[in-house]
């Protein structure tokens, strides 16, 4: 059985998400943030190093990071289904999209958190957060025009990582000032795998 390490308020939500869209038999082992650090428990180390979430374990092995466990998923288990066919345009505009959620998009969101978070005065990181976050934002909200999904007018594992983005976006009340992105949000929360990964969080939050 597919045992996922599940830390609440993290990326892992997204990877609860997958394994319901695929139909998967699986077992959560939920982990609390640090009431006061905000950061993942110590007792994460034991399963990573790093001591962080999420991290995959099936048939001895130990899998981290939300781009490799979601490639790495869908590859074994979706048949056809959640990724475009290799080889073919929509697959290298997959990839591109299936990366950029952990890349161009994640710096900027995750300084915009931390700033305010730290809840200091800054001389740079700030302001740096708040441009590359309309830089990037923008051109995701360009990009979704006239789009229900990233690639190929369906769902892929691509949406499912760029959903962690989406939720952040909303927890800053920015949607509404990039309303493709906002009609995305709409389109992945009519999943109803995307509404159980949602009730689940909830679930194990605390």
Excluded: C
């Excluded at 990039?178 to 009519?190: E, F, H, K, T, W």
């Amino acid at each position: 059985m597919i045992k996922l390490h599940h830390l609440n308020q993290s990326r892992s939500k997204r990877i609860i998400w997958l394994l319901e869209e695929l139909k998967l038999v699986y077992e959560i082992v939920p982990y609390q943030r640090d009431s006061q650090t905000f950061l993942a428990p110590p007792e994460l180390k034991s399963v990573h190093p790093l001591g962080k979430s999420p991290v995959v374990e099936e048939d001895g092995r130990v899998i981290s990071e939300s781009g490799a466990i979601t490639e790495y998923l869908i590859d074994k288990y979706a048949a056809g289904k959640l990724a475009p066919e290799r080889g073919s345009d929509d697959y290298a505009d997959y990839l591109q999209w299936l990366h950029f959620a952990e890349s161009s998009a994640a710096l900027p969101v995750l300084l915009k958190v931390f700033v305010a978070k730290d809840g200091a005065p800054t001389n740079f990181l700030a302001d740096y957060a708040e441009a590359e976050l309309d830089k990037v934002m923008s051109y995701v909200d360009t990009r979704l025009q006239g789009k229900r999904y990233l690639v190929a007018d369906k769902l892929t594992g691509a949406d499912i990582m760029m959903s962690f983005i989406v939720d952040i976006l909303a927890k800053f009340a920015l949607l509404a000032k990039y309303p493709n992105i906002a009609r995305y949000a709409d389109q992945l929360a009519s999943h109803p795998a995307f509404q159980k990964a949602e009730q689940l969080e909830v679930q194990f939050d605390g």
